[in-house]
């Protein structure tokens, strides 16, 4: 009986193990540059800066991410995304769009919690 209980235990152990990396924890992107899809392409971090927020606004179908200071292009998901639009709708800025985003990284997609303009 206790070799059984003992092996449960340690199958129980050995599943929560293989299972925890598939829940990604959040990580934090602060100062990087909001931009769409569609211009993440035409873009490297050191000329980010110059895209407008007219522009972002005019490609915000194509979804949103961050570009980062390697020259990494990570998507936003649906949500996050959408989170993206309503923060660049309440935004004054006319370029310079740097965001603080926390979210869990899926490959390379972020599955977006929150999004601060800076």
């Not at 206790?2 to 193990?17: E, P, R, T």
């Not at 709708?89 to 997609?109: E, F, N």
């Amino acid at each position: 009986m206790k070799k059984s209980i003992i092996a449960v235990v340690a199958l129980a152990a050995l599943a929560i193990a293989v299972a925890l990396p598939l829940f990604a924890a959040d990580q934090t992107w602060s100062n990087v540059s909001l931009i769409d899809q569609k211009c993440s392409t035409r873009f490297k971090p050191d000329t980010a800066d110059t895209h407008t927020l007219s522009c972002a606004m005019a490609c915000a179908s194509s979804g949103f991410g961050i570009l980062t200071s390697d020259g990494t292009f990570l998507m936003f998901d649906k949500d996050g995304s959408q989170k993206a639009t309503n923060a660049l709708k309440a935004s004054t800025q006319k370029d310079h769009i740097r965001a603080t985003v926390t979210g869990a990284l899926d490959g390379k997609t972020i599955k977006v919690s929150s999004i601060k303009l800076d």
